[in-house]
């Protein structure tokens, strides 16, 4: 929302998206609020914005239909409005006809004249959502009793679940240790008991067996490990700094984990802790895992690059921009990573960028 010349106190109603933000009129090249936490119906208004090239306002909670007003911003030519409770059909305009699939996915119901992904809308469907728009006391009048059902059967699950406790408390006091670390973000105790996950992460990667490693790099290899929570982790364990040595490149393990510890932005890996026993001659840093892998592995796979089309390689690109501005203007001191190559940069499910392996930043 940048170079508009926006002036005053941020609204306190910056929850939802409000109508005036239509008034923008000169606003030309891109809006973008996604990954945000918005809320409500789209506002008819923003249909104003009949100069605005790109737009996206993924990755939200907006509900109802897509506005009518759409249908008048002929200048819109990419607009992404993934991930959002949105239903009915899209606007009869090019930038949403020609859309990826990806940039309609998971919303409630969306239809409409696509060319491809989307079913199309028939009077009933449209009839119908138009109703629930209109009608919202017929929708009241479904979803108290609703949720008065709702209520009486969590009073008696809850009855029920006491109930069992009662019968197996002796059963679980014998197996209370697994009991409490099931279904539980280890990390978020990272700090209290570091012995338990660094032992978690020894027997998910059964010591760094080489079955479990998923990539190598200039001083260390990746292992992905599923923890006894089920949680999913890539561990980075440090190379020895020379053969027959119990001594690791320390300065690029401290210059990694300071470098992550600094930094938060949604294209560079989430570190999540960091161990270094030197008894045992162990040092790794665990990072939230990737899933798609290196770009490296991608492109030299004939089958996967053909899946990496150019609209989710301009994704990508403007990821790795993103993360490398953050790094050299955002970032006091800045941060140079020095090796930035496609073994070190991971795309996501999404395709999104994201740069590791931060052992050579200064």
Known sequence: MSDNKLIGPIPRQLGYIPSQIGNLDSLQY?????????????PSDLGKLNKLVELNLSH???????????????????VDISYNELSGPIPNIKAFTDASIDALRSNR???????????????????????????????????VPLFGLL??????????????????????????SKATNTGINLFSIWNYDGKLVFEDILDATENFDTKYCIGTGGYGSVY????????????????????DSEIVDLKAFESEVQALTETRHRNIVKLFGYCSNLERG??????EFIERGSLKNILFDG????????????????????????????????????????????????????????????
């Open 224 to 243: 992905k490990a599923e923890l006894s929570t089920g949680q999913v982790v890539a561990v980075k364990k440090l190379h020895l700094s020379g053969e």
């Open 109 to 143: 119901g969306l239809c409409g004249n696509h060319s491809g992904g989307l079913r199309p809308c028939n009077s009933s469907v449209t009839n119908a959502i138009q109703e629930a728009n209109s009608d919202k006391l017929a929708g009241v009048k479904i979803l």
């Open 303 to 362: 089958e996967r690059a053909a899946e990496f089309d150019w609209a989710k390689r301009i994704k990508f690109i403007k990821g790795m921009a993103d993360a490398l501005s953050y790094m050299h203007h955002d970032c006091t001191p800045a941060i140079v990573h020095r090796d930035v190559t496609s073994n070190n940069v991971l795309l996501d499910s999404d395709y999104d960028a994201h740069i590791s392996d931060f052992g050579t930043a200064e």
């Open 60 to 78: 939200n909670k907006l509900s109802g239909s897509v506005p009518n007003s759409f249908s008048e911003m002929l200048s819109l030519t990419v």
């Open 151 to 176: 209520f009486i059967f969590f009073v008696v699950l809850a009855f029920l679940f006491r109930f069992r406790k009662r019968l197996g408390r002796n059963v679980e006091h014998q197996d209370e």
């Open 30 to 42: 891109k809006l973008d609020l996604s990954q945000n936490e918005l809320a409500g119906e789209i």
């Open 282 to 287: 162990i040092s790794f840093l665990v990072y």
